[in-house]
Structure formats: structure tokens, C-alpha cells
């Protein structure tokens, strides 16, 4: 064999396994036989490359050979995913050939969600396909409402801090310094007032001390007085108290008609002229017995008579002896 001849078979096979390699760097096997592949067509691949795996389950059975845009112009900017499958494992052709991110670094991957209610899927047929969102993906779609809300908060804070200046002119801002100092001065007094006031009731302890035991003896007294009178029989009192009263509007009554010697005497006015008048002579007979006590005890040797009444001198008050 030429020198010649060896150089070129080298060559040759150097040349092959640049091929082999890179072909073998993209994720395409030269030596095994691609039995199946499939077509999935998506809006937006989130970033799948040529020679991301394919999994069923979560193990390996394939890899993406090809992507490239729809060419039909009713689909015009959408995109179709050739993968390659390198088992037999059969599914149906409502399988879900699903993007899904491979890391937190980055990285997508795709997965047949394989179902087995429908005719199984043959090579050359379309798949349906999902994008799977990312854990960044879902933060900012969760975070789109929240920051349109914060926009509209702002918009809102921004109007009513532009209120608040056009309201609050000088004049206003000094007014309220001027009130602010008028209320700084209020809080002091205040502050003071009640320095004062503490002092007072430390200086007044024992004095206030001595009144609230003193109110205390009080109201012991008053618990003690109603204890006495709830154990009082009241209601024995109160109906005695209502039979005298009763007894005595009886009373009453009876003088009031003329009834017994008060009655008559209240009535009767003859019977009050000649108590009068027995009132009258009885004081007269009396101041006679002390002006002249003689005419009624007479004692005499000689048989001297006493001077006969003389109604004069008994008016007048002078004795006749």
C-alpha cells in the first residue's frame, strides 16, 4: 500500500469523525436509526434549541432534530418542531408534546404527555403543543396585575399630591406652622398641668387616703343601714301606720258629724257658750276666793260678819275688807 493511498484513507476517516462529532454535538446520532419522528407546531418555543432532549415521563427518548417557520400563510410566523424518537413506546396522537424549562440557568426541554384514548400516533404525524410557563414566567405574570395596580396607586398618590400643592399655597403652610407652634405650646401647658396635678396627689396622699377611707366608712354605713331596713319589717310598720291613720280619719269623721263629747263640743254651740261662761264664773269665784278668802273661811270671837260680794271690786281686782 502507497504512502499516497494511507495518507488519503486517514484523511478520510479523520474527516468522517469531524462529522461524526459534530453531528454527535448537536444531539444526532449517525449510527442509530431514527425509527419515529413527529411535528409539533407552536406560537412561541420559549427558547427550545436543535438537540434539546425529549422525554416521556420524565426519561429520555428523543431529541429535537429540526425547527423552522410554518411556510402556510394562514399560519405565517408560527413554528414547527421536528423531534425524533428513539423507542417504540406507543401513545395516542392526543398527546401534549409540552415546553418546559430544564433549569433555574436556563435551558428548555420538551416532554410528550402521552395519552391512550385515540388512534395511536404514527411517524409523521402532528402532536399538540404546550409551553409550560417558567418559575420567572409565572412571577411576572403574576406580578403584571399587581404592578398595574401599583401604576394606578401612583397615578393616584401623584393627583392627590398635586391637590395637596395646590391647596397648601404659603399663606396655608405658614398658617399651619403657626398652628403647629399654637399646639406644641397647648401640649406643654398641658404637659405642665399634669406635673402639677401629680404633685398635688403626692403632696395630698395621706389626706386623700384618709377621704376615701372615710368614704368607705360611709358607704359601710349605708350598706349596713339598708341591711337594717330590708331586715326591718316595713310592711308590718306600713300597714299598722295605715290602720291608725284609717282609725284616726274615723275620728275625724265622727267629731266632724257631732259624734261623742269632742263632736258636740266642735257642734254644739250652745254647749260651747255655757262652757264659756262656767270658764268665766269659775274665774271669778277664784279671783273672789283670793281677794276675799274671808267670806269662805270665817273665823270670829266676836260673831263679826264678812262683807257681802261686791261685783266691782271683783272686776276691778280690790278685796272688800
Sequence with gaps: MSKELKTGIVAVIVIALFIWGYNFLKGQDLFSANSRHFFVEYNNIN????????????LKVGKVDQIYFNENSDKKGNLIVKISLDTDFEFSKNSIAKIYSASLMGGQNLAIVPKYDDEVAKSGDYLKGEVESDIFSSVGEKLNPIQAKLENVLVGADSLLMGLNDV?????????KGSFKEL????????????????LLSDNKTNLDSTLQ????????FSKI???????????????????????NGLLADMKSGKGTLGKLMTDEKMY???????K?????????KLNPKRFVHFSLFGKKAKPYNEDNNTNNVSNQ
Excluded: P, W
Design 47 to 58: 427558547g427550545l434549541n436543535e438537540a434539546s432532549l425529549v422525554t416521556i415521563n420524565g
Design 168 to 176: 397648601l399655597d404659603k399663606k396655608t403652610r405658614n398658617e399651619l
Design 184 to 199: 406644641k405650646g397647648v401640649v406643654a401647658n398641658f404637659k405642665n398641668t399634669l406635673s402639677t396635678t401629680n404633685s
Design 214 to 221: 372615710n368614704a368607705k366608712n360611709i358607704t359601710d354605713n
Design 226 to 248: 339598708s341591711e337594717d331596713l330590708a331586715k326591718a319589717n316595713l310592711g308590718e310598720s306600713a300597714k299598722k301606720l295605715e290602720t291608725t291613720l284609717t282609725n284616726l
Design 273 to 279: 257658750t255655757n262652757l264659756t261662761n262656767a270658764s
Design 281 to 289: 264664773e269659775l274665774e271669778e269665784l277664784l279671783r273672789e276666793m
